[in-house]
């Protein structure tokens, strides 16, 4: 095309570099084949099937889409690290971004094209950050911000077969979509660094972007879709002056063109069906012409589903204006983790006692909680996503001895304690108390490690705080607490001690092999009494 602007032609050349990366980075064979060998695929299924027999009554959603959701949330829980910045690889402190440095033949072999300066404050020492842009390199290196987690996730995502798009977003952000014909036969917004499935509205109504292009690239489509992304569109076309609209229609018509004649044996009348689908989508997505997306957009609202976003750090987030409504004080680092605490709802029988049960298999990396009274156990995947607080601890599983178990970070600094805690609260008013607990709690260690365990409660008649210590048996025998009388406590365990280099594997929690899902070496039962409590 002629007579296009700077700006238009850079946006023609940009494109088709995407779609030509889109083809080379994700379609090759040997590439989703890398990427397939790293996804707990069978773990991700059984996890899948559990909710989808549990909702299957009131969710439209076919078991495949139920294991994508389960892919996202293991990529973001399990598989991949967020980085603000490095820590140093001699000393372990914390570093500072200081500008750039020159890429070596092998980062540039693996499309870092920019390498970042992690200075240590403390040791003076340069830690390299090289910004790759290779997905199957980003495999092995699994850390990044938002352009590697949607690069790396958009492989995974293709090796297990979904028709997945790569979008870009100017304002600066990246994430993908999946095709779902469950879903009404369109296209579904993924966000892995947030977690986020089918939550388009996100970016405007949570982070408040003031949103202006928004492109999905696939290996046989190049589209704008940035009015899946808006439900203001009069308001997004007055910010839409980077590029003239017709002009933008040619370019991304022409790539499609060149893009048609290079995939001649696809399915072009099923991929035009979908193509105009989407345009009345588009067309519907306006809350001018269609005044209940008010509604609904007010219900999403209402029920968290639209918060600022979570990744990154605050200072970060807040120096790009993506906090969104959520109080400065109120938000956390993407490290940090939201406090969990288990909530017991008693329901006495003839003898006035109530029980309730926690289990955690770290080979199915899933807890099992069944509350007071009730058949029902509610499994919760990942061992981070129920823990009340947590520092410097790691699943770690061992292929060559085929174990599994918790320990420390492996890349933090060498004698660093670990520490993860559980919290349980009785959650209704009433004569309820925690009478006893027991606990299996195996752990194992080497050299001189230990492993503490404690339990905190506060006695219900007198508000006395009370910190027990706890004999961790390593044959894994239960202990009883009895004489609790608590509303609610907190269980930790502290991890410290070890030698050389592999310290951080001298304290171990709940250590069992990878093929024994059914056994459960953490195992508790609370036991609860109807009593009158006099203050």
Known sequence: MSNLTKSELELQQRLQDQWRRSVESYEKRESQKAAAEKIPIEALKKAAQEKFLAKASSDSRTLSEFQFVELLRWFKLEFFEWVDSLKCSSCGGKTEVRGSLSPNGEELKYGAGRVENHFCVRCKMTNRFPRYNCPVRLLSTRRGRCGEWANC??????????????????????????????????????????NAFDKPLMYEKGWKKKLTYIFAISFYQVLDVTWRYSQNHSELIKRRTKYREPVLLKVIGNLNSKIRAHNYSLDWSSISRRLIAEFVEFLNNDSRFNPTLRKQQHASAKEGGLQGRTTGSVEWRRQRGELGDTPPDKCSSDGDHKVYSFRLNPKSDDSGV???????????????????????????????????????????????????????????????????????EIATEGVFIIESVVLTFLCKTYEDAKVTLELECMDASTGKSILKQLDVD??????????????SFTLSARLWGGQSDVWWQHAQLFRQPLDQPGINPFDLSINLKHVDIVS
């Open 153 to 194: 996730f958009t492989l995974l995502s293709r090796a297990c077969n979904y028709d997945t798009r790569y979008i870009s977003d100017e304002t600066d952000h990246v994430w993908v979509e999946i095709f779902c014909p469950s879903l009404g036969d369109r296209w579904v917004h993924a966000d892995p660094c947030e």
């Open 354 to 424: 109530s029980a309730a049960s926690l289990k955690y298999c770290p080979s199915a990396n899933k807890y099992y909680f069944c509350d007071c009274g009730s058949s029902e156990v509610v499994t919760t995947y990942g061992w981070h996503s129920c823990v009340s607080s947590t520092y410097n601890i790691y699943r770690k599983e061992e292929f060559d001895w085929k174990m599994v178990y918790l320990c420390r970070d492996p890349d933090s600094l060498a004698g660093t304690d670990g520490f993860i805690s559980w919290k349980f």
């Open 474 to 487: 390593k044959s894994g025998q239960k202990v009883t607490l009895s004489d609790c009388r608590t509303k």
